[in-house]
């Protein structure tokens, strides 16, 4: 019996013992959800009215070449060569090429540079080139996949061709349009997965124009078809200069009327339509939004920016209050500048910087915290960092 109530004691012992680790555990989880909430909260809410610069590498750049943010890289190219470069100047690649007026077309890790009227395309990545090839007939425009798949759209006098390849620049299948059929090709854009494209062409007919949007399936669902086309949608009155793949079964069009959708893995169907009575004066992305950019009508601001989602909602719009070279969307920020001046918002319209950098600014690389980024001047990369 003793023995009993000594393991019953024994029992109740453990069981308080295990309740207080327990109720310790609950608290300090509790305690560092509340701190982190607590830090995202305040530099969610945080604004900078400062900035230092510290040089980390000289890097001296040519006024003919472009600089680009790959990927938290810096890729500069030219007629030349291209070269990308870590924020610390160490020289991950280069390779060299020629190219009279090259063009750049870039998707997730991978990017594309082609030689407009001629006859080189080079594909790249973070290692270095992953192809490369050459067309017999002048290149008109690229677009490139996720994958590494390029289209190229080239024209003659009287058709145009369009050539899909492998990132390696092995041709995987083509098909032609004549322009008196089918009109002239305005912008070409390849899914993620390389098994769509979409073409936008131009069309004149008694003196009026239309824009027809086309789609082709190169992958096992559009092999049947002829010259892989599976549908299309005509547009009076309407151009579409801007096409692009925003996930693999979702592709947007935009003309100076309307940003539409259009979803399917197979043949995409005509989706979400948003109507736009004002002019756009520019196109932006990130992987999270697509972004619109218009005069600001209010007199709030000199420029509106709307931001909207892969499923076409419009989430944010945020006044912008300053003339700009170049504008980013990064995560939940929006980075703006000119040739010395920077601002920064977040994507629910709050202005957390404004100022100048006191450098002449070829480009801005940011980094996943907004007060910490990289800019690279005529000479030198330099770590800013805002206060």
Same mark, same amino acid.
């Given at each position: 019996m003793a023995e009993k109530q000594e393991n019953m004691e024994f029992q109740e012992k453990l069981r308080r013992h295990r309740n207080r680790v327990r109720n310790r555990i609950i608290i300090t989880a509790a305690a560092? $959800? =509340?701190?982190?909430?607590? &830090? +995202?909260?305040? /530099?969610?809410?945080r604004s900078y009215s400062g900035a230092s610069l510290d040089t980390t590498a000289n890097f001296l750049t040519d006024e003919d070449e472009v600089i680009y943010?790959?990927?938290?890289? #810096?890729?500069?190219?030219?007629?030349?060569?291209? /070269?990308? !470069?870590?924020t610390r100047g160490e020289t991950l690649w280069t390779h060299s090429y020629d190219m009279q007026q090259p063009i750049l077309d870039v998707a997730g890790e991978v990017f594309a540079i082609?030689? &407009? /009227? *001629?006859?080189?395309?080079? +594909?790249?990545?973070?290692? *270095? $080139?992953? *192809? @490369?090839? !050459? @067309?017999? +007939?002048? =290149? /008109?425009?690229i677009s490139v996949s996720d994958s590494g798949k390029v289209a190229v759209v080239m024209n003659d006098s009287s058709a145009s061709w369009i050539r899909l390849y492998s990132e390696e620049g092995r041709e995987i299948a083509y098909f032609v349009r004549t322009m008196a059929e089918h009109g002239y090709p305005v912008a070409v854009a390849v899914s993620p997965g390389g098994d769509l494209l979409c073409l936008s062409s131009l069309m004149v007919e008694d003196a009026s124009v239309k824009t027809y949007i086309s789609f082709y399936n190169f992958g096992s669902k559009g092999k049947d078809a002829v010259d892989h086309y599976v549908g299309g949608f005509d547009y009076p009155d309407? #151009?579409?200069?801007? +096409?692009?793949?925003?996930?693999?079964?979702v592709c947007i069009g935009i003309s100076d009327s309307r940003l539409v959708y259009y979803e399917g893995s197979a043949a995409p169907k005509n989706g979400t339509n948003n109507l736009i009575s004002e002019e756009i004066r520019g196109v932006y992305y990130s992987d999270q939004y697509i972004g619109l950019l218009f005069n600001d009508a209010t007199g709030e601001s000199q420029y509106r920016l709307d931001l909207y989602d892969s499923e076409g909602n419009r989430k944010h719009s945020v006044g912008i209050t300053m003339d700009f070279t170049d504008l980013q969307i990064n995560g939940d920020y929006i980075y703006i500048n000119n040739d010395s001046e920077l601002q920064i918002y977040t994507t629910g319209g709050r202005r957390i910087f404004d100022g100048s950098l006191g450098v002449s600014i070829r480009a801005l690389i940011p980094s996943s915290r907004p007060r910490r980024l990289t800019v690279v001047t005529e000479s030198t990369i330099d770590t800013v960092t805002l206060d």
């Open positions: 560092v $959800l =509340i701190a982190l909430f607590a &830090y +995202i909260l305040y /530099q969610n809410h943010n790959f990927r938290g890289n #810096i890729l500069r190219y030219d007629k030349d060569e291209a /070269q990308l !470069t870590n082609a030689d &407009y /009227q *001629g006859f080189r395309v080079c +594909i790249f990545d973070r290692e *270095g $080139l992953c *192809g @490369t090839f !050459t @067309t017999e +007939i002048p =290149i /008109q425009s309407e #151009i579409f200069p801007v +096409i692009r793949f925003v996930k693999n079964n």
